[in-house]
């Protein structure tokens, strides 16, 4: 029910931009998460849009990362800038009624792969 896409391989400072899509529900009526996983590490949480439409952002990638949503065509976008090689991970997107905390997302995509290069 929901896709995430949209990942590649940038170089270092580059930029992407991830979309989500979901089917049989209404992001509108959902907060939304953006999630990461690197090799290695645990899944992290990246980036929140609540029903309000506030969102939220990790200090790792705050003022790089910016998520936003399409409400008519029922999708959700992460843009990415200023690409690190640390931001390499597996990104997934998640839903929920009521919070963006990872181990409560009702819905999950599978993921898209983000490689950074230096």
């Known amino acids: 029910q929901l896709q995430a896409s949209g990942g590649g391989l940038v170089q270092a400072g580059g930029s992407l931009r991830l979309s989500c899509a979901a089917s049989?529900?209404?992001?509108?009526?959902?907060?939304i998460g953006w999630f990461r996983q690197a090799p290695g590490k645990e899944r992290e949480g990246v980036s929140c849009?609540?029903?309000?439409?506030?969102?939220h952002y990790a200090e790792s990638v705050k003022d790089r990362f910016f998520i936003s949503s399409n409400n008519d065509e029922n999708m959700v976008y992460l843009q990415m800038n200023d690409l690190k090689p640390e931001d390499t991970a597996v990104y997934y997107c998640?839903?929920?009624?009521?919070?963006?905390?990872?181990?409560?997302?009702?819905?999950w995509g599978k993921g898209t792969q983000v490689t950074v290069s230096s």
């Open positions: 049989g529900f209404s992001f509108d009526r959902y907060m």
């Open positions: 998640a839903a929920d009624l009521f919070t963006c905390t990872e181990l409560d997302m009702t819905y």
């Open positions: 849009r609540t029903r309000r439409g506030t969102t």
